[in-house]
């Protein structure tokens, strides 16, 4: 069975006869064409076509006012934190059935820990296997998300790179204290993640945002990510005992646009760490940074 039959016998399980379709963006191009399986298969189907860039992010409250009564959230697995959706959510990860064929050569490491999404965890075994075709020494490290290194951290001593199996920088920037590779699936090329370019601009942002007298700082609004308003109240407060003025902006979707308006020297995003990695305007940080702003 492909992925457009499994994702409908799964639905079906459900007896859900009016879902919410939800996916992420790269996934988008194949709505059209999942939307009008599913409604041929018997199902009613609204496609959710706001931004969605995890399962930290789930529309199941515009699920709920819709009248839906299942979010089929596709590309993701569960979140790793638990919080209470509006209406119950079916996971489909639409795993990619790729061939890889890539030259390692490029990898000068021996010990190499190997991590991708969740879409990719199937080609592990062979990556892992054509990775000791070519010398190396290769551990499964699986799945990571863009804030979510476990099993990254778990493997760390027994490596000496990770190698990142997936496309963009997104994921493999959350790595750190190994070299780290990337393995673009769309080119099948194998490429250096430059992390000490993405620290120099880390720093640099910290550096700008030093001399800031007023802070905005960033709450998300997304269920996956809400309980960080707690460490939005003590970045304020940290930020007030040093004479600082601040305040908290909630925005489901961050974007330098939004904030154009906003009257705030700087900003502190307690929300999806991989946010400050966009261009803003202003200086962004994130919230783990704030010990390193307020140094002496
Ligand atoms: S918080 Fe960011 S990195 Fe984590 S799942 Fe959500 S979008 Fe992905």
């Known amino acids: 069975m492909n992925n457009y039959g499994e994702l409908a016998a799964k639905i079906k399980e459900r007896n859900a006869r009016r879902v919410m379709l939800q996916l992420p963006e790269g996934l988008k191009m194949k709505a059209a064409d999942m939307c009008r399986f599913l409604q041929e298969s018997g199902i009613e189907v609204l496609l959710s076509n706001e931004p969605t860039y995890g399962a930290c992010d789930l529309a199941d409250a515009e699920a709920k006012a819709t009248g839906c009564e299942l979010l089929v959230h596709v590309g993701h697995s569960k979140f790793y934190v638990d919080f209470e959706t509006d209406v119950p959510v079916l996971y489909y990860i639409w795993p990619e059935r790729i061939q890889v064929k890539t030259d390692f ?48 951290d ?22 750190s204290g190994k070299p780290v590779y990337k ?14 370019k993405f620290q120099k601009i880390r720093y640099g942002r910290i550096f700008r945002a030093r001399d800031a007298a007023t802070f905005g700082i960033l709450v998300s609004s997304k269920k996956g ?64 940074d704030i010990e390193l702003l307020l140094e002496e």
């Open 105 to 152: 050569s490029g990898i000068k490491e021996k010990r190499i820990g190997i991590l991708t999404s969740i879409q990719h965890m199937e080609l592990l075994s062979d990556i892992k296997s054509m990775l000791e075709g070519a010398g190396k020494e290769a551990i499964i490290g699986g799945q990571m998300l863009g804030c979510w290194t476990a099993n990254a």
């Open 183 to 196: 393995l673009d699936l769309e080119r099948m090329e194998i490429g250096d993640v430059d992390a000490e």
């Open 154 to 175: 778990k493997i760390k001593e027994m490596v000496d790179a990770f190698l990142f199996v997936g496309s963009g920088e997104f994921h493999p920037l959350a790595l």
């Open 225 to 288: 990510q809400k309980e960080l308003l707690a460490k939005a109240d003590y970045v304020r407060q940290r930020l007030e005992q040093r004479d600082k003025k601040a305040f908290i902006i909630v925005m489901n979707e961050i974007t330098n646009e939004k904030l154009l308006g906003i009257k705030a020297d700087a900003f502190v995003n307690t929300a999806c760490p991989r946010i400050s990695d966009m261009q803003f305007t202003k200086p962004m940080i994130n919230a783990d």
